[in-house]
């Protein structure tokens, strides 16, 4: 039967079907609808994990322990897991164990553009590549035969192209695994240095084995072609390879790593010019030239943002990128959004606000224009900290989500407590992980599956790690927030704030839209500030509202100071 | 015979139903037994920026993309967007701009609006009413199908002079 799958739809397919039994996960652009459809399938024991280490080192676990088991992240959540992933590469697994990773070349929902595959040379470990939802399915089954077969982690390198194109794919049944046998073996799972060291023996033995596989790999294939020209590409790049030049030979990398070394030599033995294209790094054009093989290769210039096809004849006519104009709208809080309230506030307040990775980051484009820093999760609190080292004079506020302060956040209060740091973090509580399309995390109370479960208590949790005030407050007050974190400012205290109100996406309720009075209007342009989607400018600095946008949240009417935008109660 | 691929370029902006509408046709030409591929964009993107999906099918489809000056259908779904999303159209291709007018009256709210461009849309497809109508099934919940029908046979029969 064919239906319609994205890649990620494929992805939790072909682990069902490979009789996956665990899948662990912190959602991530372009990966997160990966465990949110391995979730449907009732045999598969799923997880929202607390971070990427956490999920790794749980999948990891259950695959020591013979299960079949899957990890999933986006590129940047591999870092996170980097530290249990460099050590297992050392000890193998037991039942098959496959780490899917989706980069996000373009940055379409991202803070950066790494390119995963060299995960593969600094883990030592073999890394899949498919180029569409169909091959995304089968790769996952072939990667749990190599992990059991070789003894390893096996890496499913994605794109956001491959993650969220959907195409007709033929799917199967679920076979059933049965689970390997645990056996207590010290020397192979206690990395002590005197383990290590066997077990790096081990590694550099089965990188042999693996690349003699390459060689063997059929989806490490050729197609033959006329013309002088033959391609050497890989993942999403093939597809527009296969669109811009129909009639060349294309030798096409499944396994992006190890290389196929004899039959990329014997390739580029039968064509006249060998042209490389990949996205991003130069990950094959280099080692194609270290094997001493004359490449064509993209311009440094297109190893910024993603390929398309009209690309692919640019790099074989040895043109350099042309930067195309962003024109496309920027996106802004939904209507009602409870961080446009604390942003309203802070930008009010002229704080300088370290900020983190969530909606919130969306509070830096004009005109909220109020959170200065935005690199990794967790930052929001430890740069209250480090800033707070280096400019003594200024007012810092740390901002972050609820589910960015359990994935990284406790350990940066923890460590501002012990080391004696001072400063406010506010915690936008909106009950939900929401710049990921809105799933649970462990102060919602729910699974991945909606189940009830235990609900973290973040005010005893701050107060645990050593906050010297920890305050709850609805801050759609604006006026009551305001106040709050001008008072702690003022103190010499570490304080976190808890700023609690739902998400848009889970509150739906609605009051009324606010009354506009035009005679009162004094065309300030005040309201238009709060970046509100429902507000619109129209002739000569009047408004609008779009009743059909506005919640009747009425920050709008709070901001105005002429009375023109007021409350309605009916 | 090999069959031409077809290219078709949605766009709007986030909040519109957009992917729902590209689910619709990608659905309905893969019941009438295409090869297709549809992109998607989710996360930022989603947050009222712009959002855009395309869908091509045919015997053999590569690219997941459709290229600038390559599509034979646009549509768009709201004014603004229609400047950037035109240089997709391929010179004699067919731009359902002019849709959105007679769509706001034809509908009572604006979640409608996916589901009647969709049906302007299926008229000049080739692709046959059995597999519209099943793809409408697979989409929607039961709870609006109906609605959605309904919205989806106005647009379709919709008239411009
Ligand atoms: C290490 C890492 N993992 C995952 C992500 C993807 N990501 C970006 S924001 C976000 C969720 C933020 O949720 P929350 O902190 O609750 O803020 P909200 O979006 O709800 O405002 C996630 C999962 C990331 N950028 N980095």
């Given at each position: 039967?064919?239906?319609?799958?994205?890649?990620?739809?494929?992805?939790?397919r072909?682990?069902?079907?490979a009789?996956?039994?665990?899948?662990?996960?912190?959602?991530g652009?372009?990966?997160?609808?990966?465990?949110?459809?391995?979730?449907l399938?009732?045999?598969?024991?799923?997880?929202?994990?607390?971070?990427?280490?956490?999920?790794?080192?749980v999948?990891?676990?259950a695959?020591?322990?013979?299960?079949?088991?899957?990890?999933?992240?986006?590129?940047?959540?591999?870092?996170?897991?980097?530290?249990?992933?460099?050590t297992?590469?050392?000890?193998?697994?037991s039942?098959g164990?496959?780490?899917?990773?989706?980069?996000?070349?373009?940055m379409?929902?991202s803070?950066n553009?790494?390119?995963?595959?060299?995960?593969?040379?600094?883990g030592k470990?073999?890394?899949?590549?498919?180029?569409?939802?169909?091959e995304?399915?089968?790769?996952?089954?072939?990667?749990?035969?190599?992990?059991?077969?070789?003894?390893?982690?096996?890496?499913?390198?994605?794109?956001?192209?491959?993650?969220?194109?959907?195409?007709d794919?033929?799917?199967?049944e679920?076979?059933?695994?049965?689970?390997?046998?645990?056996?207590?073996?010290v020397?192979?799972?206690?990395?002590?240095?005197?383990?290590?060291?066997?077990?790096?023996?081990?590694?550099e033995?089965?990188?042999?084995r693996?690349?003699?596989?390459?060689?063997?790999?059929?989806?490490?294939?050729?197609?033959?072609?006329?013309?002088?020209?033959?391609?050497?590409?890989?993942?999403?790049s093939?597809?527009?390879?296969?669109?811009a030049?129909p009639?060349?030979?294309?030798?096409?990398?499944?396994?992006?790593?190890?290389?196929?070394?004899e039959?990329?030599?014997?390739?580029?033995?039968?064509?006249?010019?060998?042209?490389?294209?990949?996205?991003?790094?130069?990950?094959?054009?280099?080692?194609?030239?270290?094997?001493?093989?004359a490449?064509?290769?993209?311009?440094?210039s297109?190893?910024?943002?993603?390929?398309?096809?009209?690309?692919?004849?640019?790099?074989?006519?040895?043109?350099?990128?042309?930067?195309?104009?962003?024109?496309?709208?920027?996106?802004?809080?939904?209507?009602?959004c409870?961080?446009?309230?604390?942003f309203?506030v802070?930008?009010?307040?002229?704080?300088?606000?370290?900020?983190?990775?969530?909606?919130?980051a969306l509070?830096?484009?004009?005109?909220?224009?109020?959170?200065?820093?935005?690199?990794?999760?967790?930052?929001?609190?430890?740069?209250v900290?480090?800033?707070?080292?280096?400019?003594?004079?200024?007012?810092?506020?740390?901002?972050?989500?609820?589910?960015?302060?359990v994935?990284?956040?406790i350990?940066?209060?923890?460590?501002?407590?012990?080391?004696?740091?001072?400063?406010?973090?506010?915690?936008?509580?909106?009950?939900?992980?929401?710049m990921?399309?809105?799933?649970?995390?462990?102060?919602?109370g729910?699974?991945?599956?909606?189940?009830?479960?235990?609900?973290?208590?973040?005010?005893?949790?701050?107060?645990s790690?050593?906050?010297d005030?920890?305050?709850?407050?609805?801050?759609?007050d604006i006026?009551?927030?305001?106040?709050?974190?001008?008072?702690?400012?003022?103190?010499?205290a570490?304080?976190?704030?808890i700023?609690?109100?739902?998400?848009?996406?889970?509150?739906?309720?609605?009051?009324?839209?606010?009354?506009?009075?035009?005679?009162?209007c004094k065309q300030?342009?005040?309201?238009?500030?709060?970046d509100?989607?429902?507000?619109?400018?129209i002739?000569?600095?009047?408004?609008?509202?779009?009743g059909?946008?506005?919640?009747?949240?009425?920050?709008?009417?709070?901001?105005?100071?002429f009375?023109?935008?007021?409350?309605?109660e009916? | 015979?090999?069959?031409?691929?077809?290219?078709?370029?949605?766009?709007?902006?986030?909040?519109?139903g957009?992917?729902?509408?590209?689910?619709?046709?990608?659905?309905?030409?893969?019941?009438?037994?295409?090869?297709?591929?549809?992109?998607?964009v989710?996360?930022?993107?989603?947050?009222?920026?712009?959002?855009?999906?395309?869908?091509?099918?045919?015997?053999?489809?590569?690219?997941?993309?459709?290229?600038a000056?390559?599509?034979?259908?646009?549509?768009?779904?709201?004014?603004?967007?229609?400047?950037r999303?035109?240089?997709?159209l391929?010179?004699?291709?067919t731009?359902?701009?002019?849709?959105?007018?007679?769509?706001?009256?034809?509908?009572?709210?604006?979640?409608?609006?996916?589901?009647f461009?969709?049906?302007?849309?299926?008229?000049?497809?080739?692709?046959?009413?059995?597999?519209?109508?099943?793809?409408?099934h697979?989409?929607?919940?039961?709870?609006?199908l109906?609605?959605?029908?309904?919205?989806?046979?106005?647009?379709?029969?919709?008239e411009?002079?």
């Open positions: 039967m064919r239906v319609l799958l994205s890649g990620n739809e494929a992805v939790a072909g682990a069902w079907e009789g996956v039994a665990v899948a662990c996960a912190y959602p652009t372009p990966s997160t609808e990966i465990l949110e459809n391995v979730a399938y009732p045999e598969i024991d799923a997880q929202w994990s607390v971070n990427e280490k956490v999920a790794y080192e999948a990891l676990g695959a020591m322990g013979g299960r079949r088991s899957l990890f999933a992240c986006k590129h940047v959540g591999l870092n996170v897991a980097m530290d249990p992933l460099m297992s590469s050392y000890t193998g697994i039942g164990f496959v780490v899917v990773v989706c980069d996000d070349p373009q379409h929902s803070q553009e790494q390119d995963t595959r060299w995960v593969g040379i600094f470990l073999p890394v899949l590549e498919p180029a569409g939802p169909g995304a399915r089968e790769f996952v089954k072939e990667a749990f035969a190599i992990s059991e077969e070789y003894d390893t982690p096996v890496l499913l390198r994605m794109t956001t192209r491959v993650s969220h194109t959907k195409e794919v033929e799917i199967s679920r076979v059933e695994v049965e689970p390997r046998p645990f056996v207590r073996d020397a192979k799972y206690v990395m002590i240095p005197k383990n290590a060291r066997g077990r790096h023996v081990v590694v033995a089965r990188m042999a693996l690349q003699a596989l390459a060689e063997r790999m059929p989806c490490n294939r050729v197609e033959e072609g006329c013309g002088k020209l033959g391609f050497v590409t890989a993942g999403v093939y597809n527009y390879v296969k669109e030049y009639e060349a030979s294309v030798l096409k990398l499944g396994m992006a790593y190890p290389f196929c070394d039959k990329i030599a014997e390739f580029a033995g039968t064509v006249e010019q060998v042209v490389v294209v990949e996205e991003l790094d130069p990950f094959i054009e280099d080692h194609l030239k270290a094997l001493g093989i490449v064509t290769a993209k311009d440094a297109f190893r910024i943002g993603e390929l398309g096809t009209a690309f692919v004849r640019d790099i074989v006519e040895g043109k350099k990128k042309h930067a195309t104009p962003v024109t496309a709208r920027k996106p802004l809080f939904c209507a009602g409870p961080h446009r309230f604390a309203v802070l930008k009010k307040m002229r704080v300088y606000v370290a900020g983190d990775i969530g909606c919130y509070a830096s484009l004009p005109p909220l224009s109020s959170l200065h820093t935005c690199i990794c999760m967790g930052t929001g609190v430890t740069l900290e480090g800033l707070g080292l280096a400019m003594r004079d200024e007012r810092v506020v740390g901002v972050l989500g609820d589910s960015t302060f994935h990284s956040g350990t940066g209060l923890i460590n501002a407590a012990y080391n004696k740091a001072k400063g406010v973090v506010v915690i936008l509580d909106n009950s939900i992980t929401a990921t399309g809105g799933q649970q995390n462990p102060t919602t729910l699974t991945i599956r909606n189940e009830p479960t235990k609900k973290l208590d973040l005010e005893k949790l701050c107060q790690c050593g906050a005030n920890v305050d709850v407050i609805d801050h759609s006026a009551a927030f305001e106040k709050l974190v001008t008072e702690r400012l003022a103190e010499d570490l304080s976190v704030i700023a609690r109100s739902p998400c848009k996406m889970i509150d739906r309720r609605r009051r009324p839209v606010p009354a506009y009075e035009q005679e009162l300030c342009g005040l309201c238009l500030q709060i509100c989607p429902a507000l619109t400018a002739d000569d600095g009047f408004i609008a509202i779009d059909n946008v506005c919640v009747g949240c009425n920050l709008c009417t709070d901001v105005c100071r009375g023109a935008l007021k409350k309605n009916a | 015979m090999k069959r031409s691929v077809c290219n078709i370029v949605f766009g709007g902006i986030g909040g519109q957009i992917l729902k509408a590209s689910e619709i046709c990608a659905t309905a030409a893969l019941c009438e037994g295409h090869h297709v591929k549809k992109s998607e989710h996360g930022m993107a989603q947050r009222g920026g712009s959002v855009e999906s395309h869908v091509r099918f045919g015997d053999a489809v590569y690219s997941p993309l459709v290229g000056g390559l599509a034979d259908f646009l549509v768009c779904f709201h004014k603004d967007e229609h400047q999303l035109r240089p997709f391929k010179p004699g291709g731009d359902l701009t002019d849709y959105l007018e007679p769509a706001a009256r034809a509908i009572t709210h604006p979640r409608h609006l996916n589901t461009l969709v049906g302007a849309l299926s008229a000049r497809l080739g692709i046959g009413e059995e597999s519209w109508t099943k793809a409408m697979a989409v929607f919940d039961a709870k609006i109906e609605e959605n029908l309904k919205v989806f046979r106005a647009g379709r029969s919709v411009i002079q």
